[in-house]
Protein backbone atom coordinates (compact mmCIF):
# COMPACT_ATOMS: atom_id res chain seq x y z
CA UNK A 1 0.00 0.00 0.00
CA UNK A 2 1.72 3.38 -1.39
CA UNK A 3 1.58 6.12 1.86
CA UNK A 4 2.24 9.60 1.26
CA UNK A 5 2.50 11.70 5.10
CA UNK A 6 3.01 15.20 5.05
CA UNK A 7 4.08 16.76 8.26
CA UNK A 8 5.62 20.27 9.00
CA UNK A 9 2.48 22.70 8.88
CA UNK A 10 1.69 25.16 11.45
CA UNK A 11 0.67 28.36 12.13
CA UNK A 12 3.17 31.19 11.31
CA UNK A 13 3.90 34.81 11.35
CA UNK A 14 4.57 36.20 7.37
CA UNK A 15 8.77 36.66 7.10
CA UNK A 16 8.85 33.08 9.13
CA UNK A 17 10.01 29.38 8.13
CA UNK A 18 8.46 26.86 7.67
CA UNK A 19 9.97 23.20 6.68
CA UNK A 20 7.45 20.34 5.15
CA UNK A 21 8.09 16.62 5.03
CA UNK A 22 6.81 13.95 3.10
CA UNK A 23 7.27 10.47 4.18
CA UNK A 24 6.65 7.56 1.78
CA UNK A 25 6.38 3.75 1.79
CA UNK A 26 5.19 1.48 -0.99
CA UNK A 27 6.56 2.86 -3.83
CA UNK A 28 10.37 2.50 -5.09
CA UNK A 29 10.98 6.00 -3.93
CA UNK A 30 14.05 6.56 -6.75
CA UNK A 31 11.21 5.92 -9.19
CA UNK A 32 9.70 8.70 -9.14
CA UNK A 33 9.66 12.28 -9.55
CA UNK A 34 8.24 14.18 -6.61
CA UNK A 35 6.33 17.30 -6.11
CA UNK A 36 4.32 19.70 -3.55
CA UNK A 37 1.12 21.11 -4.55
CA UNK A 38 -0.79 23.56 -2.70
CA UNK A 39 -4.78 24.46 -2.60
CA UNK A 40 -6.86 26.60 -1.15
CA UNK A 41 -10.64 26.26 -0.12
CA UNK A 42 -12.45 26.80 -3.10
CA UNK A 43 -9.52 26.64 -5.82
CA UNK A 44 -7.79 24.36 -7.74
CA UNK A 45 -4.74 22.83 -6.91
CA UNK A 46 -1.57 24.58 -7.78
CA UNK A 47 2.15 23.33 -8.48
CA UNK A 48 4.77 24.69 -5.96
CA UNK A 49 7.86 22.80 -6.73
CA UNK A 50 9.21 19.87 -8.17
CA UNK A 51 12.40 17.24 -8.11
CA UNK A 52 13.57 14.49 -10.47
CA UNK A 53 14.73 11.18 -9.34
CA UNK A 54 17.86 11.79 -8.42
CA UNK A 55 17.49 15.27 -7.21
CA UNK A 56 19.69 17.33 -10.05
CA UNK A 57 16.73 18.99 -11.82
CA UNK A 58 14.03 21.06 -10.10
CA UNK A 59 10.99 23.35 -11.06
CA UNK A 60 9.53 25.93 -8.87
CA UNK A 61 6.39 28.07 -9.32
CA UNK A 62 7.22 31.71 -9.65
CA UNK A 63 6.14 33.44 -6.78
CA UNK A 64 8.03 31.04 -4.57
CA UNK A 65 11.43 30.92 -6.38
CA UNK A 66 14.40 32.43 -4.35
CA UNK A 67 12.00 31.35 -0.56
CA UNK A 68 11.21 27.73 -1.05
CA UNK A 69 13.97 24.80 -2.12
CA UNK A 70 12.97 21.37 -2.38
CA UNK A 71 14.95 18.24 -1.67
CA UNK A 72 15.07 14.65 -1.26
CA UNK A 73 16.44 11.75 0.45
CA UNK A 74 16.10 8.62 -1.68
CA UNK A 75 17.84 6.96 1.52
CA UNK A 76 14.82 7.85 3.77
CA UNK A 77 12.15 8.00 1.11
CA UNK A 78 11.15 11.58 1.61
CA UNK A 79 10.75 14.66 -0.10
CA UNK A 80 11.23 18.05 1.56
CA UNK A 81 9.84 21.45 0.92
CA UNK A 82 12.10 24.35 2.80
CA UNK A 83 9.82 27.44 3.11
CA UNK A 84 11.32 30.89 3.79
CA UNK A 85 10.35 34.22 4.11
CA UNK A 86 6.37 32.93 4.14
CA UNK A 87 3.79 35.51 3.13
CA UNK A 88 0.00 34.71 3.35
CA UNK A 89 -0.82 34.24 -0.08
CA UNK A 90 1.66 31.13 1.00
CA UNK A 91 -1.37 30.09 3.30
CA UNK A 92 -2.77 26.95 1.98
CA UNK A 93 -2.97 22.91 2.28
CA UNK A 94 0.24 21.32 0.83
CA UNK A 95 0.05 18.28 -0.75
CA UNK A 96 3.15 15.91 -1.73
CA UNK A 97 2.77 13.96 -4.71
CA UNK A 98 4.53 11.49 -6.79
CA UNK A 99 4.90 10.80 -10.67
CA UNK A 100 6.32 7.57 -12.22
CA UNK A 101 9.26 8.12 -14.58
CA UNK A 102 11.71 10.98 -14.52
CA UNK A 103 10.03 14.46 -16.35
CA UNK A 104 8.96 17.08 -14.56
CA UNK A 105 5.53 18.18 -14.76
CA UNK A 106 2.98 21.04 -13.38
CA UNK A 107 0.14 19.17 -13.58
CA UNK A 108 -1.95 17.68 -11.19
CA UNK A 109 -3.13 15.24 -13.61
CA UNK A 110 0.47 13.51 -13.77
CA UNK A 111 0.57 12.45 -10.52
CA UNK A 112 -0.10 8.66 -9.49
CA UNK A 113 -0.25 9.24 -6.09
CA UNK A 114 -0.80 11.97 -3.50
CA UNK A 115 -0.24 12.57 0.38
CA UNK A 116 -3.74 13.77 2.75
CA UNK A 117 -2.78 17.60 2.34
CA UNK A 118 -0.99 19.28 5.60
CA UNK A 119 -2.31 22.74 5.87
CA UNK A 120 -0.08 26.11 6.38
CA UNK A 121 -1.39 29.40 8.24
CA UNK A 122 0.53 32.34 7.86
CA UNK A 123 -0.53 35.17 9.64
CA UNK A 124 0.16 38.75 9.20
Known amino acids: QVQLIESGGGQVQAGASLRLSCKTS????????MAWFRQTLGKERDFVSSISRGGGRTDYLESVKGRFTVSRDNAKTTVYLQMNSLEPDDAATYFC?????????????????WGQGIRVTVST
Open 97 to 113: AARVGNELSRRSDDFDF
Open 26 to 33: GLTFGSFV
